[in-house]
Each structure stands twice: as structure tokens, then as C-alpha cells.
Nanobody, 118 residues
């Protein structure tokens, strides 16, 4: 099991940028495949990014990366839109490959709120 803590959320105007961080502790971070998800009010949890895969809604605007030496994953978000408003979660799984469905992930952070004002 790995413990995950997201940070970096906040309020930003449309067109602005934010960088989210996901700090991991517990097991060996490099052994996990990681992903970013988000959940807007009244909606289900949706895939955002994992490795080189991105949801169509964020492609070209968001970039995910990881620093195994720091046990941290990042989500760089730019050209933010009001529809990006959501709680953003990082998640970990120990199986191979990239998965976009949340049920494949076993460990989750508590989430960080991102609010984009129009």
C-alpha cells in the first residue's frame, strides 16, 4: 500500500495555470503506475491523465510527470477552463500498463480542489 497526498489546488481565473503535486509514501513509489482523476459536483470520477495518456478534454493543456527520486507526481495544468473545476485525485496501482478506469487503482489520495472562475 502507498499513501498519497495531493496539493497545489486553488482558485484560478480561466486561462490560468496550476501545478498539482502528489506526494507518495509507504511502498516503493517507482514500482507503481500512477494516474490523475477528477470529480466535479454531481458527476462520477473521470480519468484525466496517466503516463502519456490524456483525456481528450485536457489533451494539449495538461501534462503529467513524476520524479521517482522525490516520490512525487505532478500535473501541470494550463489554459484552464471553468469545466476543469473539480476535486483532483492521484491514484496508484501496482499492475502493468496504463488504465483509465478508476476501479483498477487501489490507492487514492484525499483530493485537492481546483476551481476555475469564468
Amino acid at each position: 500500500q502507498v499513501q498519497l497526498v495531493e496539493s497545489g489546488g486553488g482558485l484560478v481565473q480561466a486561462g490560468g495555470s496550476l501545478r498539482l503535486s502528489c506526494a507518495a509514501s509507504g511502498r516503493t513509489f517507482s514500482g507503481y503506475n500512477m494516474g490523475w482523476f477528477r470529480q466535479a459536483p454531481g458527476k462520477g470520477r473521470e480519468f484525466v491523465a496517466a503516463s502519456t495518456y490524456y483525456a481528450d478534454s485536457v489533451k494539449g493543456r495538461f501534462t503529467t510527470s513524476r520524479d521517482n527520486a522525490k516520490n512525487t507526481m505532478y500535473l501541470e495544468m494550463s489554459s484552464l477552463k471553468a469545466e476543469d473545476t473539480a476535486v483532483y485525485y492521484c491514484a496508484a496501482r501496482s499492475g502493468p500498463g496504463v488504465k483509465i478506469r478508476p476501479e483498477y487503482y487501489t490507492d487514492w489520495g484525499q483530493g485537492t480542489q481546483v476551481t476555475v472562475s469564468p
